[in-house]
């Protein structure tokens, strides 16, 4: 009796420390859910009453609830510059708060935000400011209902993934940056395939000692860590490919680097190296897991074994191939401290993409989500402004993660049963 | 036969054979050679992380001691983050893979599972900013009750289980019951740590060891777990079933058969965790407040050889003594870190053997 008592117990600490895991795992991606989100979605103004008679209004940016103890921060109208209208406001002091129905905020195309009361405060506010920016938004959050609540919600989330940055990447789009991964992602997965294929391809024939060295190799490769591989980067493309390419090719404009500063170009080479075994290790798996029987009988009709790969092989492992692909993206995209010494740059002054021939640049600097999550929450001048934008592009990275992620999973399942069907 | 016989002949002479096999083979021997280049060209990219490393090192006048004693104090920041973090991930991510392993209702692992290959794919810098933003400011004040959670979280689960385990049947679901007892201990504990007026224990950084451990820990968690779960599952099922025939139950069979037969893979998931551990970059920049500060208080601030690379080495020019040092950290981080893979390798390969030796004696 006691050995079963005993046994429920470690079963019940087992499945707790199991159930600490799954809590902890909803919890992260709800709080990354609502944290990622939040900074859309449109602040009430508030008019907080303090005890010697004067009214501060603003929106309120830090309170008990977070973590800010005894007080309020509220951000007031910045009219002079972005960052400069923060008050910190005491508990005690405080009168009384409320949220009046006619308040208005407005956000200008550098980044301020501006507040004030009255059916005609946006013009007094405007001249107020003396400035010749635009408003980009002009809206009344207090006496808005919950649709159009929605509507300033959905707008707001569009201009945040189709503008450019503002007031050095603290404000505003972060349409450059996403573009930025999406290209870098983009050069790594063309020039990994190619080579990760091949190199699977060959571990898949061959069994020597050659084919041991390799295997020995990609499999210690996969635990290499990330900042080694931007050491790599840094040393070996920059400053020894870039370096010679420069001094070859660009010699006039010396000692301004072309290709010898951190650019695209290394920066999705040194990403390929760092996906590498995750294409090969499931290009392989793919094709081990295709039956024996269905090469041997096209090897048996005549065909050559390139033929068997070209027209059989390939096109059965084609989920494997994807999947590889997949989860290589996803690594890559997640991947941000090897980036840090290979191009990777707070503000870039071009897009790597443009209309300008030859339209893509691969030794331009660039920007990428990751870094400017990492940029905003640390480094950024004005961090009650840093920390919301790192959390939406948080938000927004683990999103394109999660889905390609996902769509990985789901391939897999797919190719499973596939195989299931063949080998019966 | 229809058709003209000329062209049949003409078709099926002799030399049209010879002629497309010659071009066959051609083809066939291309693709090989392709496949051999960039299969010599992936090797040559792997072989050039530690022949660079070396290289770049080699010429030039040898370092001095003060960066000798930079290399003690971040190599023991290294250390110190690793251990932390497979503090926090070697507990749950194997307790996760034994349940998920030999407890788990079918229809609960096919969600676990996939759970834990999405945390996998959270990028760390995600990991990082919610350790270096969120949790820092909470955990300031709250050291002690963390500390009381560890110790009497499992103490709970143990008499609870002790109290009313017998009466389950089904242990398939259970983690998910047992969340809100979870959840429950947790509120008591921090409601109770609220009521003190000043905290009990107060770290030294916010940005410290254990802050870190915790976010390395999760970024731990999935491959732990991953692993561990691997390994459960080669021990082959007959030998369970010959546990459960004796008489014993879940729980026996899994201490007498599973882990003692599992547990060199159990050891290798835990080493390769805190070599992933030891080389993370993100998580440790962005929430160990980087100071160089040696020691092994686990509340105070470190910086590790990743972090110190990734700040370092964009401001470094080439060929400098900085350079130099910074490279010299790079290889001894990979060494560290292909040492303790390494060490895993060989552990897993005895389990492998085991069990192979195993199947045969069967």
């Avoid at chain 1, 635009?134 to 809206?139: G, L, R």
Wanted: aromatic share 6%.
């Amino acid at each position: 009796m006691n050995a079963r008592r005993y046994g429920a117990a470690g079963t019940w600490l087992v499945a707790g420390l199991s159930g600490v895991c799954v809590g902890a795992i909803v919890l992260l991606f709800g709080f990354l859910a609502s944290a990622g989100l939040a900074p859309f979605w449109p602040a009430p103004v508030e008019a907080v009453q303090l005890r010697d008679g004067s009214t501060v209004l603003g929106e309120i940016v830090a309170s008990e609830a977070t973590g800010l103890s005894g007080a309020l921060a509220i951000r007031t109208s910045e009219l002079e510059r972005m960052g400069s209208a923060y008050q910190r406001v005491r508990s005690s002091d405080i009168a009384a708060r409320s949220q009046p129905a006619d308040a208005v905020a407005i956000t200008l195309v550098d980044g301020r935000r501006l507040y004030g009361r009255g059916s005609d405060g946006e013009e007094a506010l405007l001249a107020a400011a003396a400035a010749p920016v635009q408003a980009i938004e002009i809206v009344r959050p207090n006496a808005l209902g919950v649709l159009a609540r929605c509507s300033v919600f959905f707008h707001r989330l569009a201009r945040f993934l189709a503008t450019p940055p503002a007031a050095s990447n603290l404000v505003g789009g972060v349409l450059p940056a996403l573009l930025g991964t999406l290209t870098l992602v983009l050069l790594m997965s063309l020039i990994v395939m190619p080579f990760g294929i091949a190199t699977a391809i060959y571990l898949h024939r061959r069994r020597g000692f050659a084919a041991r060295c390799v295997r020995i190799a990609i499999n210690q490769l996969a635990g290499v860590p990330s900042i080694v591989y931007g050491v790599i980067g840094l040393g070996l493309f920059v400053h020894g490919l870039g370096g010679g390419i420069d001094r070859l090719f660009y010699a006039d404009r010396l000692p301004v680097p072309t290709f010898g500063g951190g650019g695209l170009l290394w920066a999705a080479l040194t990403l390929a190296l760092l996906t590498l075994p995750v294409v090969v290790v499931s290009v392989e798996e793919g094709l081990a897991r295709i039956p024996s029987s269905l090469r041997e009988g096209s090897l048996a009709l005549g065909a050559t074994h390139d033929e068997a790969l070209w027209t059989l092989l390939l096109p059965a492992a084609r989920p494997a191939l994807l999947t590889g692909l997949i989860l290589a993206v996803a690594r890559a995209a997640g991947a941000v401290a090897p980036l840090m010494l290979v191009g990777v740059v707070k503000l870039a002054p071009a897009l790597p993409v443009d209309g300008v021939f030859p339209y893509l640049h691969p030794s331009r600097e660039f920007m990428h989500l990751g870094f400017t999550i990492y940029d905003a929450a640390l480094a950024s001048a004005d961090a009650i402004r840093g920390v919301p934008r790192a959390y939406a592009c948080a938000g927004l990275l683990v999103g394109v993660v999660l889905v390609l992620n996902l769509t990985a999973i789901l391939l897999r399942n797919r190719l499973r049963d596939r195989y299931r069907a063949l080998e019966t | 036969m229809p058709g003209n016989p000329a062209t049949y002949a003409s078709v099926l002479s002799a030399d049209f054979v010879r002629a497309s096999a010659r071009a066959r083979r051609r083809r066939e021997r291309v693709i090989s050679a392709v496949v051999g280049i960039c299969t010599a060209v992936v090797l040559l990219g792997l072989l050039a992380i530690p022949l660079f490393l070396l290289v770049g090192l080699h010429p030039g006048t040898p370092l001095s001691a003060d960066t000798w004693r930079r290399f003690e104090v971040l190599l023991a920041g290294t250390l110190r983050a690793g251990v932390c973090g497979i503090l926090v991930a070697l507990p749950l991510g194997i307790a996760t893979a034994m349940f998920s392993a030999h407890f788990c209702a079918p229809r609960l692992r096919t969600w676990i599972k996939p759970a834990l290959e999405i945390l996998e794919a959270v990028p760390t810098v995600v990991l990082g900013l919610i350790a270096a933003v969120t949790i820092a400011p909470w955990l300031r004040n709250h050291v002690a009750s963390v500390l009381a959670l560890i110790v009497i979280v499992p103490l709970v689960l143990l008499s609870a289980g002790m109290a009313f385990g017998t009466r389950v049947r089904n242990e398939g679901w259970l983690p998910l019951w047992l969340l809100p007892l979870l959840i429950a201990t947790t509120a008591l504990v921090v409601a109770v740590a609220a009521r003190q007026a000043e905290p009990a224990i107060v770290p030294a950084s916010p940005w410290n060891a254990a802050l870190v451990g915790l976010a390395l820990g999760v970024a731990g968690i999935p491959i732990v777990f991953s692993l561990s779960e691997d390994a459960l599952f080669l021990v082959p099922r007959a030998h369970t079933d010959a546990a459960f025939a004796l008489g014993a139950t879940r729980w026996q069979a899994l201490t007498t058969v599973l882990l003692p037969a599992a547990g060199s893979g159990l050891v290798a998931a835990g080493l390769l965790g805190f070599s992933r551990c030891l080389g993370e970059t993100m998580i440790v920049l962005m929430a160990s407040g980087n100071t160089p500060i040696g020691g092994f208080d686990p509340l105070g601030g470190l910086r590790s050889i990743s972090a110190d690379l990734a700040l370092g080495m964009p401001e470094a020019s080439p060929e400098s003594d900085t350079w130099r040092g910074l490279l010299l950290a790079a290889l001894l981080l990979l060494l560290l870190t292909l040492c303790v893979s390494a060490l895993a390798d060989a552990v897993r390969e005895r389990l492998h053997r085991r069990l192979r030796a195993a199947a045969h004696a069967a």
